[in-house]
């Protein structure tokens, strides 16, 4: 397999593993906001910041991809 073969599929593997991590977080936070909903404001608040790492990792690794694919 040539490396113009292999790239579609790391790429389609990294969107896919960042949809998972992204649907865990979200899930765990939906239901902890359905277990205390007083505490709404601060799971929120903690659970934004590694959501918007996460999806920044999966961005860079898709941009890094595209690049080898060019290059």
Known sequence: ???TTL???GMGLIVLGAGLGIG???AAAAESI???PEAAD???GAVNLPL???EGVAILAEV????MLIL
């Not at 890094?64 to 690049?67: C, K, V």
């Open 7 to 9: 790239i579609p599929i």
């Open 24 to 26: 865990k977080f979200a």
């Open 34 to 36: 359905a277990r205390q």
């Open 52 to 54: 918007f790492l996460l």
């Open 42 to 44: 601060k799971i929120t």
């Open 1 to 3: 397999m040539t490396a």
């Open 64 to 67: 890094f991809t595209f690049l």
